[in-house]
Structure formats: structure tokens, C-alpha cells
């Protein structure tokens, strides 16, 4: 299984970053498979924001949750992020990843994207 990250690496003040992850090797409707984005900002530790389930269920941190929405696109095996009204603070390295747990949020992950640098700043 392989993930990959896409989207824009620079978003302004304000905007809607907005990020997909391409899976190949599995499909994302398979069951009991969750998918999910997490970020870490710039000397700190990993943040889950989300997932989606393979049922097309989503699930969000409470942190984020007013921000944040994930969808999915299945006859492309890909799905998405959408964080709104981005600060600098949601600068970070984002990475999707799969996991079997169902846990919000889940304990252990068995497949990461490479991760993709997002950076807000006007």
C-alpha cells in the first residue's frame, strides 16, 4: 500500500488549505481500514486531525473539528482534506496514513504518506 500526498505548498491567512491522498496498492473502501490526516508543526509533536472511515464515516479531533472536513473520492481511491480559515499556526509537515484501529484517535498506523510541507504566511 502507498500513499501519497498532493496539494498546494503555500496558502494564505485566512484561506482553505486543501490536501489529497492518492492510495494505491489498497482500495479505501476496504473494511475496517481508517484513513487518516495528521500534521506536526515546526518543532512539535504529531497531531491527528481526522479520518475517514472505510464506510465513508468521519471522525474529528475537537481541536479542529469547526475547521476541519475529510471526503473521499472513490473511483479514484483518493481522499481529502479541507482545513478553513488557516493561520500560521497551521503550518506543518501534513501526512494522510492508514490505520486498523478504529480509536479516535487511532493507536497504531501501518501505512504513511511521505508527508507534504504546508506553509501559511501571506
Known amino acids: 500500500v502507498q500513499l501519497q500526498e498532493s496539494g498546494p505548498g503555500l496558502v494564505k491567512p485566512s484561506q482553505t488549505l486543501s490536501l489529497t491522498c492518492t492510495v494505491s496498492?489498497?482500495?479505501?473502501?476496504?473494511?475496517?481500514?481508517?484513513w487518516s490526516w495528521i500534521r506536526q508543526p515546526p518543532g512539535k509533536g504529531l497531531e491527528w486531525i481526522g479520518y475517514i472511515a472505510y464506510s465513508g464515516s468521519t471522525y474529528y479531533s475537537p481541536s479542529l473539528k469547526s475547521r476541519t472536513s475529510i471526503s473521499r473520492d472513490t473511483s479514484n481511491n483518493q481522499f481529502s482534506l479541507q482545513l478553513s480559515s488557516v493561520t500560521p499556526e497551521d503550518t506543518a509537515v501534513y501526512y494522510c496514513?492508514?490505520?486498523?484501529?478504529?480509536?479516535?484517535?487511532?493507536?497504531?498506523?501501518?501505512?504513511w504518506g511521505q508527508g507534504t510541507q504546508v506553509t501559511v504566511s501571506s
Open positions: 496514513a492508514r490505520s486498523r484501529s478504529a480509536d479516535i484517535p487511532p493507536y497504531e498506523y501501518d501505512y
Open positions: 496498492g489498497g482500495s479505501i473502501t476496504t473494511n475496517y481500514y481508517y
